[in-house]
């Protein structure tokens, strides 16, 4: 490999390990490693942005569900479970679906998806789980926010798209997703959605809504429900989502 690099015409000694090391650490990562955990050589190698998301697609694709959270579903109360009914008949039947549970803190949301994720993954399938905020993404494993899951940029405006090629492994992995939970849905721009929904469109290389494909989103609209551009007219979601109101709070 060390001659490799000479090639490239890299004279400094120095340079080429560092630039080796960090060729090994890539592949490492791709796999689920880092060349730091073996502890063979004194400096700290930091993983390239492509190997830290080939690293997380791994993660992804390789979550192992616990017994707890597989038999989650049979604790689901009848709220909970019509939902999980009706989610789970769309996903295993390969039919696009469009839910809101919509519902205040404490209705028991997070603990129906944690059930809809751990079936999904529990079959080896794919389940994204993403929030708009960084504290309730850290609840879920595999948990991300939208914004960096999907590559979604922080300031947005008319022209924002996501910053994800279409042969990338994110997009891979996006595109193999039966099911994708956006909790706090209620938090996020309006226009986040238009850009998630076009994003998934583009990968999918269709005009349905969300790329044809299963999304749970979650949140608390009292007062109001988010649009979303659909085709060239913006709708609310309350029209295209199929609504699943949880009322009752299950805290204490
Ligand atoms: N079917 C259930 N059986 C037992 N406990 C449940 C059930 N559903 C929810 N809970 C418990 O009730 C509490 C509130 O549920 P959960 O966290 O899912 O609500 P939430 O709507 O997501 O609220 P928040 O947005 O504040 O997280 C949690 O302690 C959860 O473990």
Same mark, same amino acid.
């Given at each position: ?8 015409? $890299? ?10 090391? !960090? ?5 490492? =990562? %791709?796999?689920? =490693?880092?060349?730091?955990? /073996? ?8 993983? *390239? ?29 009848? !709220?909970?479970? $019509?939902?999980?009914?009706? $989610?789970?008949?769309?996903?295993? *039947?390969?039919?696009?679906? +469009? ?12 603990? &129906? ?19 708009? %905020? %960084?504290?309730?993404? %850290? ?26 090629? #279409?042969?990338? +492994?994110? @997009? ?62 913006? $709708?609310?979601? @309350? #029209?295209?989502? /199929?609504? &699943?109101?949880?009322?009752?709070? &299950? #805290?204490?």
């Amino acid at each position: 490999m060390i001659e490799d690099y000479k090639v490239l015409q $890299i004279t400094e000694r120095r340079e080429i390990r560092y630039q080796v090391l !960090n060729h090994i650490n890539d592949i490492l =990562h %791709s796999m689920g =490693h880092d060349i730091n955990e /073996y502890e063979l050589i004194p400096e700290t190698i930091w993983p *390239s942005t492509a190997a830290r998301e080939a690293n997380e697609i791994h993660f992804e694709r390789s979550i192992i569900v616990s017994e707890d959270d597989i038999l989650l579903h049979r604790k689901l109360n009848k !709220n909970q479970l $019509i939902a999980y009914n009706l $989610i789970t008949k769309r996903i295993f *039947s390969n039919k696009a679906g +469009s839910f809101f549970i919509d519902g205040p803190g404490g209705t028991g949301k997070t603990f &129906l998806y944690r059930a809809l994720l751990a079936t999904v993954r529990s079959m080896g399938y794919i389940a994204l789980a993403t929030t708009t %905020s %960084s504290v309730a993404a %850290s609840i879920f494993l595999g948990g991300r926010t939208t914004h960096s899951r999907f590559k979604i940029p922080i300031e947005i405006d008319e022209n924002t798209s996501c910053n994800i090629s #279409k042969e990338s +492994s994110l @997009a891979g992995l996006i595109r193999d997703a039966k099911l994708i939970v956006w909790d706090e849905v209620s938090m996020a721009k309006r226009r986040m959605l238009n850009v998630f929904d076009l994003l998934l469109k583009d990968l999918m290389n269709t005009n349905a809504l969300f790329g044809g494909k299963v999304i749970v989103l979650g949140g608390d609209f009292r007062q109001t429900l988010p649009v979303v551009r659909y085709g060239k007219k913006k $709708i609310s979601l @309350a #029209k295209v989502c /199929y609504i &699943l109101a949880f009322g009752m709070n &299950l #805290k204490n």
